[in-house]
């Protein structure tokens, strides 16, 4: 009769690496004298100085995000390849590591989240809330109809100067941020009239219905996509923003960053 190491022993058999996220400086220390496979601390900080290290901007609640997004900040950073056997070590009911996943990594469930969280100017807590608001629209609409919406994410100060208001500006004299509940409800309700949503790196919405003004001249996005996305991508390679687009004609959501598209989401399978 097999015993537990016979059975579990699997999990860890033929891995080409370990992902230890958050872990203790003694738990690291453990593995890293393992010689033949590699050993990669994942973690808002190295705070026990791995010599191969995936930052997480978030610590990711949610435990499937924190692996999904951990693989594909070691793919990024070309740590792990596609196809790698990967045995991740994370927590969950306590304060040491106590659950181990066996997931192979693969480049074609590439995302972009990374690169909109890790490479985005903005906090990482604001742009997740304003991609998590767009999604949320993405399901639900505005009043059961589907709506688009244009939010653009940091470096507020040069997207205002490259861009015009088309009416009045409800958050001029304001101090709200995103991730309010009731200023989230105040988004949708804004969301269903023309014109971007300006907000700064620390989440404070500083303007809405404004008109961007930058060049589309280079900006390359894909067929099919209208001058709400082209708005968004010109205005990300102008600053130093990233756009987040609500599509009200295929009801995805999608993400550029430096005039490139780097994310696009089903809200229904976000």
């Known amino acids: 009769m097999d015993g537990l190491d016979d059975v579990f022993g699997d999990l860890f058999s033929s ?3 370990v992902l230890l996220f958050s872990p203790s400086g003694s738990y690291y220390e453990r593995f890293a004298a393992i010689e ?34 951990g693989i594909e900040g070691a ?68 009043k059961g109809k589907p709506v688009g919406a244009l939010f653009i994410v940091g470096d507020a100060g040069k997207v205002m100067n490259k861009s015009r208001p088309l009416s009045y500006n409800p958050f001029e004299k304001s101090h709200v941020h995103v991730g309010d509940q009731i200023v989230n409800v105040m988004l949708k309700e804004f969301s269903r009239l023309d014109g971007a949503f300006v907000i700064s790196d620390a989440g404070k919405i500083v303007s809405a219905y404004r008109y961007l003004e930058p060049s589309a001249e280079g900006v390359d996005i894909p067929k099919g996509l209208g001058a709400r996305h082209m708005a968004g991508g010109a205005i990300t390679r102008d600053t130093n923003a990233v756009a987040i687009v609500l599509s009200e004609s295929d009801g995805l959501v999608r993400a550029f960053k430096g005039g490139e598209l780097i994310l696009e989401v089903d809200p229904e399978a976000y």
């Open 36 to 69: 033949e496979v590699d050993v990669i601390v994942v973690g808002t900080e190295n705070e026990v100085g791995a010599e191969t290290f995936v930052e997480l901007p978030l610590a990711f609640d949610d435990v499937a995000d924190r692996i999904k997004f």
């Open 15 to 17: 891995v080409d690496g």
């Open 75 to 142: 793919l990024e950073q070309e740590v792990i390849e596609d196809g790698d056997e990967l045995a991740c070590a994370t927590r969950i009911f306590a304060d040491e590591i106590d659950t181990v996943s066996r997931v192979r990594a693969s480049a074609d469930a590439h995302t972009g989240i990374y690169d909109l969280f890790a490479k985005s100017r903005a906090e990482p807590d604001v742009v997740k809330s304003v991609l998590e608001l767009a999604v949320e629209l993405g399901k639900k609409g505005q």
